[in-house]
């Protein structure tokens, strides 16, 4: 019995290292910046402020060290000349499940969703992979931070901002923890249900506002337990809570509907939560209601449909320009049902809102520095700024408009591999036509 379990454990053993390559992409990481770079002669769109043109942006360690239309130069600065070309800050992501999902139907590649309706200790940056297929083609289109975020019951966890260069979780992460996820119960009669929802919380809204209720509380109970007793028995579900409740972590609800969105809000105010609304499908019907709690939305994308009959056909694609409008902070995603391998249409998402009443300059922004300032690492990027990290890329056109290419790419100045899976395949079936 026991040759058998052996033999049985090789084979498995070899299955895997022969399916291994299949989820693993080529690209090598960039190694570390040894030299300062200069790029000169480019347009450089800051964002946080105006174009430079025939400009000069300088990087030595990872950081932005000068930026200007006379910035100096080191002497031994490996300059690259850029004429012609554009530069911006690396596009952001703010909230998707990239890197925890690989294919959307086989379930042995998702790892987005744990057991269990309560799961505030749970961080999602640990179970990023590396080697996903999905990071090489996101980055191919100037999408290099992301807000790896997993799903399902009601606290689903927390989520990190994860770079998309790195050999390992530990090299990706930008920051490891930025705010804890609730998916917030369904109401009766309020539309689909959104993913992540459990036919418990969609039938029984109020047993799930109770159930978050009452966590809260058990949180509040246990901290005070440990502030009187250190020797109390630590528990890592509650220990994990403590920074939300002091106010120092946000938490991101996910609610489209108005009623979900309203509770929400009260549920917040009423337990001292730092909220912000992801998806916010019905956040014009409310803009008073936000404002006046400085509450920003993560746009769930504008490549969406109407979800009810009555709805204008134009709801999702106009919604970031009323948030706009109503000064209400606000960022894009590319959310779709697809995941994580769609997230490479962030900009459409944003050149959508464009088309339907939001300024251009303001579209960008809401794709680089206001999901940095919301999600609150805008010290290091979003912009370029003297002092922040070397994340941004060179394009030959507006990354909002589809034709433009990204040439080149550099993560806290690393220089990145544009390469893909999705370039590999045009290169050899372009082969294919040319030999016939």
């Not at 590396?130 to 019951?153: C, F, K, M, W």
């Not at 370039?423 to 079936?429: E, F, I």
Request: hydrophobic share 40%; aromatic share 6%.
């Amino acid at each position: 019995m026991q040759y058998i379990h052996r033999r049985l454990s090789i084979v498995a053993l070899l299955l895997l290292l022969t399916l291994q390559p299949v989820w693993a992409h080529p690209q090598v990481p960039g190694p570390p910046q040894k030299q300062p770079v200069a790029l000169t002669n480019a347009t450089i769109h800051p964002v946080s402020g105006p174009v430079i043109e025939k400009g000069t942006l300088v990087f030595d360690g990872g950081k932005i060290t000068a930026i200007g239309a006379e910035a100096a130069i080191p002497e031994n600065a490996k300059k690259i000349d850029l004429a012609g070309k554009h530069v911006y800050p690396s596009l952001f992501e703010p909230l998707n499940d990239i890197g925890l999902v690989e294919i959307n139907s086989i379930r042995a590649t998702i790892d987005a969703q744990e057991i269990g309706q309560l799961n505030p200790n749970v961080r999602a940056v640990v179970a990023v992979n590396p080697d996903s297929e999905i990071i090489p083609t996101t980055r191919s289109n100037g999408i290099h931070l992301a807000v790896a975020a997993q799903y399902g019951g009601l606290m689903s966890g927390r989520s990190g901002v994860i770079q998309h260069d790195g050999w390992t979780w530990e090299e990706m992460t930008l920051k490891a923890d930025v705010a804890l996820h609730i998916q917030w119960p369904q109401t009766l009669g309020g539309g689909r249900r959104g993913r992540g929802g459990t036919e418990e919380t969609a039938s029984r809204p109020e047993q799930g506002i109770e159930q978050l209720r009452q966590a809260l509380v058990d949180a509040r109970a246990y901290g005070a337990a440990r502030k009187a007793d250190l020797n109390f028995p630590k528990d890592a579900r509650w220990e994990s809570l403590q920074d939300v409740l002091a106010g120092e972590l946000p938490v991101i609800v996910s609610a489209d509907d108005l009623r979900q969105i309203t509770a929400a809000v009260a549920f917040a105010e009423r337990e001292n939560l730092k909220l912000i609304i992801a998806g916010g499908y019905d956040a014009p019907h409310c803009l008073p209601l936000l404002k006046k709690h400085d509450i920003p939305v993560i746009v769930g994308g504008t490549y969406r449909l109407p979800r009810r009959r009555g709805d204008s056909y134009d709801a999702a694609y106009s919604l970031p320009a009323e948030l706009h409008k109503a000064g209400i902070r606000f960022c894009i995603s590319a959310r779709s049902r697809f995941g994580a391998s769609l997230v490479r249409n962030l900009p459409y998402h944003a050149a959508a809102a464009v088309g339907f009443g939001l300024p251009s300059d303001e579209a960008l922004k809401a794709i680089t520095l206001y999901p940095a300032q919301i999600l609150g690492v805008a010290d290091r990027v979003g912009s370029l700024e003297k002092g922040k990290d070397a994340t941004l890329f060179v394009a030959d056109g507006d990354p909002l408009d589809t034709p433009t290419q990204v040439t080149a790419a550099w993560i806290r100045g690393r220089k990145v591999d544009l390469n893909d899976r999705h370039k590999t395949l045009y290169h050899k079936y372009e082969q294919k036509y040319k030999q016939q």
